[in-house]
Structure formats: C-alpha cells, structure tokens
C-alpha cells in the first residue's frame, strides 16, 4: 500500500514538472510577432497583413490547433461569415480549369511578385487527387473519389465549396489555407476547383 501511494506520488509530481516546463517554455507573442516581422525586412507594405495573426490564428495558436469546443465554435461561426458565395447559386466550375490550378503552385511568394499570372492552388502539395499524377504530398487527406464517395449530393458540392473557401469552416484550426477568404483564389477559381472534386466525369471521380 505504501509503495502503491509512493507511485501515485511520484506520478503526480512527473505531472506537476511537465505542466511547469510547458509553461516555461511558452514565448511572449509579441517577441514572435517581433521576430517575424525582422524576417521579411524587405516585405512589400502590402504584405504587412500576412505578417500578423487575426483572431482565429491567434486562437489557434494559443490552443496550439487544438482549440476547445467553446473556442472552436467561436471560430466556425466568425469564418463562416467571410464567406461569399456565388452571385449565381451555381458552386461548380470548369474542372480542366481545376485541375490547371491544382498543379499550379503560383502566388503568394517572393519570387511572384508583383503578381503576373493567376494564383494557384497548388493542391497536389498535400492531396493525392488523380491516380495519373504520382507526385502529390500527404499532409491532407487523400481526395480520390472525392465527389463519387458524397455521391455527388448537392448539399456536399456546397460544403466543398466553403471548405475551400474558408477550411476552418469544416475544420477550426485546419493546416489548409483559407483560400477565398484570404483572397488566394476568387470565386470562380474556387468553383473549378469544386468541379475537379465533385464532377462525375472529373478524373478525380473517374479514377484515373
């Protein structure tokens, strides 16, 4: 019994060490808000919102993406406000146009600017899409079939449809960028992208 209360102890007191060494280990977000900004010293002006957290990146952070429920509503309800949906009710595009900007890794970086073409979407980064491309990465999900396996509902076409334009509608925190939202892609860009997903005859759907 003695024993058994020493390892109880011993427990506890492991757990009492770890939670003060996390705490330790936490950085004063302005210091990192500091040190980021001295990275891009030669940052063009309007780049100087991209160098600084909004409300949801900030939550996310501090809940390192782990956000609890409380928070995670929080943020569903204020991204799904950003989003603009198309004037004509209609969220599917051009899926050849979707798959030109799924290869497309074109935006947003220092050698793009100033900008001398469209965005890309550059989703082969992190999705397998098409059985045809073998380079894709794995930090998402693969999307295979994407649109066969909702069986192509409408109601799936327009959950696509915001999750590309805004993911931390889907998923608070989510690693995916908030494409419409912040302005990477446009609306029909977003809608090509949907049709590569959710068209019967996409390759996407087609397995090929």
């Given at each position: 019994?003695?024993?058994?209360?020493?390892?109880?102890?011993?427990?506890?007191?492991?757990?009492?060490?770890?939670?003060?060494?996390?705490?330790?280990?936490?950085?004063?977000?302005?210091?990192?808000?500091?040190?980021?900004?001295?990275?891009?010293?030669?940052?063009?002006?309007?780049?100087?919102?991209?160098?600084?957290?909004?409300?949801?990146?900030?939550?996310?952070?501090?809940?390192?993406?782990?956000?609890?429920?409380?928070?995670?509503?929080?943020?569903?309800?204020?991204?799904?406000a950003s989003i603009e949906y198309p004037a004509d009710g209609?969220?599917?595009?051009?899926?050849?146009?979707?798959?030109?900007?799924?290869?497309?890794?074109?935006?947003?970086?220092?050698?793009?600017?100033?900008?001398?073409?469209?965005?890309?979407?550059?989703?082969?980064?992190?999705?397998?899409?098409?059985?045809?491309?073998?380079?894709?990465?794995?930090?998402?999900?693969?999307?295979l079939e994407y649109g066969k396996l909702r069986e192509f509902?409408?109601?799936?076409?327009?959950?696509?449809?915001?999750?590309?334009?805004?993911s931390h509608v889907a998923q608070p925190c989510s690693n995916?960028?908030?494409?419409?939202?912040?302005?990477?892609?446009?609306?029909?860009?977003?809608?090509?992208?949907?049709?590569?997903?959710?068209?019967?005859?996409?390759?996407?759907?087609?397995?090929?």
């Amino acid at each position: 019994m003695k024993k058994l209360a020493l390892l109880i102890g011993a427990v506890a007191l492991t757990g009492i060490a770890a939670a003060q060494a996390q705490q330790k280990t936490r950085v004063d977000p302005a210091k990192v808000d500091a040190a980021i900004k001295a990275a891009f010293p030669a940052a063009p002006e309007d780049w100087a919102p991209r160098l600084t957290q909004d409300e949801t990146m900030k939550q996310c952070s501090a809940a390192r993406n782990n956000p609890d429920k409380k928070t995670a509503d929080a943020i569903v309800a204020r991204e799904k406000a950003s989003i603009e949906y198309p004037a004509d009710g209609n969220y599917v595009g051009d899926w050849k146009k979707g798959e030109a900007l799924a290869q497309s890794g074109y935006g947003l970086r220092f050698t793009d600017y100033p900008p001398r073409r469209a965005n890309g979407g550059n989703c082969y980064a992190c999705h397998q899409l098409t059985k045809k491309e073998v380079s894709y990465g794995t930090l998402g999900p693969s999307l295979l079939e994407y649109g066969k396996l909702r069986e192509f509902k409408p109601e799936a076409i327009k959950a696509t449809y915001e999750k590309i334009y805004n993911s931390h509608v889907a998923q608070p925190c989510s690693n995916m960028p908030r494409f419409g939202a912040n302005k990477v892609l446009t609306i029909d860009q977003i809608k090509d992208a949907v049709a590569l997903l959710m068209s019967p005859d996409s390759p996407v759907n087609k397995g090929e």
